[in-house]
């Protein structure tokens, strides 16, 4: 085997080694990419329940005290 025909077959040794980690690497990060999505999507989910239960004891709070200061 002479050296050329060495050389050419290590290389495509190597590019189907390359290949095989880059299609490993992308799904390795598409699958960080989603449950980075889904867990700020839960996130915001749960700020927002939070938020409208804060509004709802903030207004429940404001109608109790102003029925609290209506003469009876």
């Known amino acids: 085997m002479s050296q050329s025909t060495l050389f050419l077959a290590a290389r495509a040794k190597i590019c189907r080694a390359s290949y ?3 299609g490993a ?3 390795g990060a598409s699958f960080l990419s989603d449950v980075a999505l889904q867990t700020m999507t839960a996130s915001l989910t749960g700020g927002m329940l939070l938020m409208a239960a804060a509004c709802s004891m ?3 709070s ?3 005290l102003h029925l609290d200061s209506i003469p009876r």
């Open 62 to 64: 404001m109608v109790l």
């Open 20 to 22: 095989r980690l880059a």
């Open 25 to 27: 690497s992308w799904q």
């Open 58 to 60: 903030y207004a429940i």
